[in-house]
């Protein structure tokens, strides 16, 4: 391993992490595609995980407060992109596992009002002859169905949005 390849490989790495914290796949990848040698780049990653530069444990803690706070993010969204993070498994679970059901309940709510900060509004449809029909596109159900489907999309699971529905919608 050449001396000059591995302070080039050192400066693209410190320069990747000065815009934000970033897994060690996320390195590894960055530092393949800047063509250096595999053992320059396992040598680079080596250091900076000895420096306490690369911490995925660390790493995957701060994504998940930071995410699920900011973002309003739930647990099955935060897991999918530490994942394609490269994040591995046992340590995405171990972090994910963390969070508490009252946490998510109290993030899916303040995503809801802060998407519906007027309320919810619900409109008085018009009457089907068709009893399941009319059921099933009333008014309260269509918007129930919106904001079910906003939440799952934003990683919450269908637990939580049944608690919220409950407290959002039925509750207005």
Known sequence: MEENQFDDALTVAYRFL???ARSTSEMRRRLE???FAPDVIEAVISDLTDKGFLNDNQFAQDWI???ADRKRYGRTRLADELRRKGVE???IDQHVGQVSVE???RRA????LARWPNGIQVA???PKPNATYQYQNSPVNRERARIASYLQRRGFEWSVIQQVLASVVDNR
């Not at 709510?109 to 809801?112: H, L, Y």
């Open 89 to 91: 498994r046992d340590t």
């Open 33 to 35: 595609r800047g063509e």
């Open 103 to 105: 946490d998510e309940i």
């Open 109 to 112: 709510t303040k995503a809801v």
């Open 124 to 126: 008085d449809g018009n």
């Open 65 to 67: 407060e930071d995410r």
């Open 18 to 20: 000065g815009y934000s």
